[in-house]
Nanobody, 120 residues
Framework: EVQFVESGGGLVQPGGSLNLSCETS????????VGWFRQAPGKEREFVAS???????KYHNMSVRGRFTITRDTGTTAYLHMNNLKVEDTAVYYC??????????????WGQGIQVTVSS
């Protein structure tokens, strides 16, 4: 059974930091590129960042470049390190994996989502 456990979300003030984790099981993690998407209220889900199978290449949405960094370990977990958070980063963040595309054009599996709220 494929499972995702996302953690690290919550409420933070503008300019603050959060680190999201996505622990996976039920499939061979190293065979998949992994990434994060987000969906703000009333908006479509958008790509945030992804990282290739071996971690050699990373892709970040322009809106988060220089503030967010995606990483993965050699086990089963991916991370999204978020710094200098802005109010417009408020959204539900989803972890996802894609066996065929490094930028997660058509993810095979999705996490359940975790709330990130940036507010003073």
């Amino acid at each position: 059974e494929v499972q995702f456990v996302e953690s690290g979300g919550g409420l933070v003030q503008p300019g603050g930091s959060l680190n999201l984790s996505c622990e996976t099981s039920g499939f061979v993690f190293i065979e998949y590129a992994v990434g994060w998407f987000r969906q703000a209220p009333g908006k479509e889900r958008e790509f945030v960042a992804s990282i290739t199978r071996q971690g050699g290449n990373k892709y970040h949405n322009m809106s988060v470049r220089g503030r967010f960094t995606i990483t993965r370990d050699t086990g089963t977990t991916a991370y999204l390190h978020m710094n200098n958070l802005k109010v417009e980063d408020t959204a539900v963040y989803y972890c996802a994996v894609d066996v065929a595309n490094n930028q997660l054009r058509q993810p095979d599996y999705w996490g359940q989502g975790i709330q990130v709220t940036v507010s003073s």
